[in-house]
């Protein structure tokens, strides 16, 4: 029923597309996403990682359109997180004899999530397996974004297949990127990849890369677990995870705020017109209009974030403090932040959202503005004022 999808050579891409998904532990998966396995036939057979297991019947019958899948030699487990593992313990009904591949710490794991005692064939960087006229390698990505994380290189093909690395909540028909047609929104969502699941491992990035690039990997398509499939757009992921991993990020400022009567959104709007008039690029955010995890893929590439909160029961709004909790979680790198808001008596949101920037590592630009009740014409001539400071500040 389902057909594989040859990439190259004996290379064939045997997943599944599910295009219903619209949440993912957490995360707004609006353009659905795809579990991505892949077959490799020489001598031997290789499946790199499997599906989610409820999509079992669809990667089993992509198998079985070029291979019966008693007769696969080896399954390589690149990770352990159960969008990619899930269907190994089924695989290994059919399949008992195939060999398990993966790290050290994918060995100590795989136990622990299928209470299953299976062999593993345990592989460090560097380490190979030959099916004949094709080769695996493997290189560790410890901690990116799991401890089992690893990469395989097909040699003769340079094919990398880096597992979460490089992949998007996509779904599509079309397995590659030009085909897809949709490069902007294929970009869109690999940031928020990166941001929702690597930022905080960000630091860990560029060493790995350099690790690729000093092993002489030529790489002419980057497959990952989720989404589309690069080759005519190499340059582009990789250079973005260079800038995304180290901080780099546009002249942009992001105004993210939640408002109870509509005064804070009053003092949003004002700012907005400061950063407009100093020709920022800038964006306003209400944040129970916008789910927190689509707030990330945003503040990934902006220099400053301006958040705005009322104050309640002496502190932050919920969707507010929300959001700077995730954040914080996440460790932005080379982040500006500025605090604001409208109070009745207390004013408790200022220095609360403060507090959570510094501990998000954030930098604070200034101590922020707090406006009591409705803001009126002074007050809002204030707002313009904060947000050409702001401006400048991000042009430094």
């Avoid at 019958?61 to 899948?69: F, G, K, L, T």
């Avoid at 493997?138 to 880096?162: G, R």
């Amino acid at each position: 029923m389902f057909e594989a999808a040859e990439l190259r050579d004996d290379i064939f891409w045997v997943g599944a597309i599910d295009w219903d998904i619209r949440e993912f532990h957490g995360y707004t998966t609006n353009r659905g996403t795809t579990y991505n396995a892949y077959l490799v036939k020489g001598e031997k057979t290789a499946l790199i990682d499997t599906v989610k297991a409820g999509f079992f019947p669809e990667m089993i019958s992509r198998i079985r359109s070029v291979q019966d899948p008693a007769k696969i030699d080896y399954l390589v487990l690149n990770h352990l997180e159960m969008d990619h593992s899930g269907s190994v313990p089924l695989f290994k009904e059919l399949a008992p004899n195939a060999q398990i591949v993966a790290t050290d710490h994918g060995s100590k794991g795989l136990p622990r999530h299928f209470r299953y005692d299976w062999p593993v064939h345990k592989v460090k960087t560097g380490a190979e397996i030959s099916l004949g006229d094709k080769t695996l390698q493997f290189i560790e990505a410890y901690m990116l974004h799991w401890p089992d994380s690893m990469f395989t290189y097909l040699k003769e093909d340079s094919v990398l297949l880096p597992n979460d690395g490089f992949g998007q909540h996509y779904a599509s028909f079309h397995r590659f990127d030009d085909e897809d047609g949709r490069i902007e929104a294929i970009m869109e969502e690999a940031a928020k990849y990166f941001a929702n699941i690597l930022m905080p491992l960000a630091p860990l990035i560029p060493p790995l890369l350099k690790k690729v690039e000093k092993m002489g990997l030529k790489i002419e398509m980057i497959a990952p677990s989720h989404g589309i499939i690069w080759r005519s757009h190499i340059n582009k992921i990789i250079s973005s995870y260079v800038e995304w991993s180290t901080g780099v990020a546009r002249d942009r400022v992001l105004v993210i705020y939640d408002t109870m009567w509509g005064s804070t959104e009053a003092m949003a709007r004002a700012i907005s017109e400061g950063l407009n008039s100093a020709q920022v690029e800038h964006k306003l955010i209400h944040l129970r209009k916008n789910h927190y995890s689509d707030v990330l893929g945003e503040i990934l590439t902006a220099k400053a974030l301006v958040i705005g909160s009322p104050t309640i029961n002496e502190g932050m709004f919920p969707s507010v403090a929300q959001l700077l909790y995730y954040i914080k979680g996440l460790h932005p790198l080379k982040k500006k932040g500025v605090a604001f808001g409208s109070y009745g008596w207390g004013g408790e949101a200022i220095e609360a959202i403060n507090g959570e920037m510094r501990a998000s590592g954030i930098e604070i630009l200034e101590p922020g503005l707090g406006i009591t009740y409705v803001p009126g014409k002074e007050d809002l001539e204030e707002c313009v004022l904060l947000g050409k400071r702001i401006a400048e500040a991000v042009r430094k």
